[in-house]
């Protein structure tokens, strides 16, 4: 069964400093993996996706992240936070052939001037 | 750039009433789904649809639950004899292909019931 992990409720970074977001996953087969941004009183926006490509994935806003399929982790970073960052980030895992996203309790990532 | 729109963005219901929640999905998309986040809690799948049948459904889409394309636009869900707990925010979303295809979400319908 999937499930995801997001191992922080809330970061806080100063402005111009590096972001780290964590997740990992459990999957029985290849997984595609997500992260989606929720800004506040906005929908859902795709930050970025792996599906079995290139291990390194850049999204957008100056987002990146790397599958470990060793370490069966996700991680999202950022070299620098900017003030417009400040919103609530979701890992979400998907196998192959089903429809539904399996999402993570969501990260709230807080920056500070 | 094209989006998935929500009517309406907030609805209030007293307890035992039907509400349909109305979704415009991306023109070409041919997936549609429906996830709700009770607040505090994570989102969790509802349903997808496909071809004008469900494909999918989690065990929250009990028979309370139903979806419909009623034309070709637009994509709903009704919640009937709604309870206290269906209070959440709605999320519809659609994608051109299924499986790992990306999903697009729309704003969300709050639903608040009474």
């Known amino acids: 069964a999937q499930s995801v992990t997001q191992l922080d409720s809330h970061v806080s970074v100063s402005e111009g400093t590096p972001v780290l977001l964590r997740c990992n996953y459990s999957s029985s087969y290849s997984p595609s993996l997500f992260w989606y941004v929720q800004h506040p009183n906005k929908g859902l926006q795709l930050l970025l996706k792996?599906?079995?490509?290139a291990t390194l994935v850049k999204g957008i806003n100056g987002f990146e992240a790397e599958f470990k399929k060793s370490e069966t982790s996700f991680h999202l970073t950022k070299p620098s936070a900017h003030m417009s960052d400040a919103a609530e980030y979701f890992c979400v895992v998907s196998e192959g052939g089903n429809y539904q996203l399996i999402w993570g309790a969501g990260t709230k990532l807080i920056i500070k001037p | 750039e094209p989006e998935v729109t929500q009517t309406p963005s907030h609805q209030v219901t007293q307890m035992g009433q039907e509400v349909i929640l109305r979704c415009v999905p991306i023109s070409n998309h041919l997936y549609f789904y429906w996830y709700r986040q009770i607040l505090g809690q994570k989102v969790e799948f509802l349903v997808s649809?496909?071809?004008?049948?469900?494909?999918?459904k989690s065990e929250i889409f009990d028979d309370q639950f139903s979806v419909e394309r009623p034309d070709g636009s637009n994509f709903t869900l009704k919640i009937r004899s709604t309870k206290l707990e269906d209070s959440a925010m709605y999320f519809c979303a659609s994608s051109v292909l299924d499986g790992t295809d990306t999903q697009y979400f729309g704003p969300g319908t709050r639903l608040t019931v009474l």
């Open positions: 792996y599906t079995s490509a």
């Open positions: 649809f496909y071809n004008n049948e469900i494909s999918e």
